[in-house]
């Protein structure tokens, strides 16, 4: 669930700071919707990385043609990365961000910051899991369990920031 991608990531935090003599000195922690969107997004306008249709095998869902589909979760890098490098973006599981839920995004930072007003109970989660058939797994696509909400179908991505950025 939500509370503990940020217990998971805090551990990491805590792990980083003791290992300052390796070089890790940076914050890690959940993406905001703006930033899992323009990781997703990777440079492109469409709905997917690779283009606006599904396609085969780009993604575990049901559909996708995967050995996965609505079978479990593939095993992390099994697909093409995006132009950005990213593995999973899309497919596999919903990933947390750390926004509070908000229906629209009338009213959200400009600068790509996580949105702390709202529904702060609820959290919005992106990309589609292996259970949704293939016209969920969009960069677009977002939903907003409780953050209490476990399943195998949610999962996260850490962001490391980086430090003078």
Do not use: M
Request: proline share 4%; glycine share 12%; charged share 20%.
């Amino acid at each position: 669930n939500w509370q503990d991608a940020n217990a998971y990531i805090a551990w990491l935090n805590r792990q980083a700071a003791s290992q300052q003599h390796t070089g890790d000195s940076g914050h890690y922690r959940l993406p905001s919707e703006a930033e899992w969107e323009y990781a997703a997004r990777s440079g492109t306008s469409a709905g997917r990385w690779w283009g606006a249709l599904i396609g085969s095998a780009n993604a575990d869902c049901d559909g996708c043609g995967s050995q996965w589909d609505l079978v479990s979760t593939a095993p992390v890098g099994r697909f093409r990365p995006n132009a950005f490098g990213i593995f999973d973006v899309l497919g596999n599981v919903w990933q947390w961000t750390e926004d509070c839920w908000n229906d629209t995004y009338i009213g959200s930072p400009i600068n790509g910051s996580a949105w702390s007003t709202g529904e702060c109970g609820k959290h919005p989660v992106r990309g589609g899991s292996w259970t949704n058939r293939p016209w969920v797994l969009r960069s677009t696509s977002r939903t907003n369990p409780d953050e209490d909400k476990r399943s195998n179908y949610i999962g996260f991505r850490v962001v490391k920031e980086l430090e003078g950025r």
